[in-house]
């Protein structure tokens, strides 16, 4: 069992910047990742990493923006989300989950309660 522990959320006028943080806790994981989701729209991949190899993954609608790592000794991801803008706001959810081909797909084990973000224009 993984429990997943997000801070970081807020409220920021458009251009500002947030850093949220995802905190894992009890078996080992390998890939661990954000998602959002909007109200009355779909959940979407934002931004990923392998555990093992810190490679990085991003959506292009936030690469060149956010920027996430990770800190292996506290079992911690961080997303630092700059240039923030209005349609950036929603839910966000950390993920983290076993090895797996895909990282950008939901096919992740375990999931936080989610932290919001809200961007005003």
């Known amino acids: 069992q993984v429990q997943l522990v997000e801070s970081g959320g807020g409220l920021v006028q458009a251009g500002g910047s947030l850093r949220l943080s995802c905190a894992a806790s009890g078996r080992t994981i390998y890939r661990m990742a954000w998602f959002r989701q909007a109200p009355g729209k779909e959940r979407e991949f934002v931004a990923a990493i392998r555990w093992s190899t810190a490679l990085t993954y991003y959506a292009d609608s936030v690469k060149g923006r956010f920027i996430l790592s990770r800190d292996n000794a506290k079992n911690t991801i961080s997303l630092q989300m700059n240039s923030l803008k209005p349609e950036d706001t929603a839910l966000y959810y950390c993920?983290?989950?076993?090895?797996?081909?895909?990282?950008?797909?939901?096919?992740?084990?375990?999931w936080g309660r989610g932290t919001q973000v809200t961007v005003s224009s």
């Open positions: 993920a983290a989950g076993p090895p797996a081909d895909s990282v950008v797909s939901m096919n992740y084990d375990y």
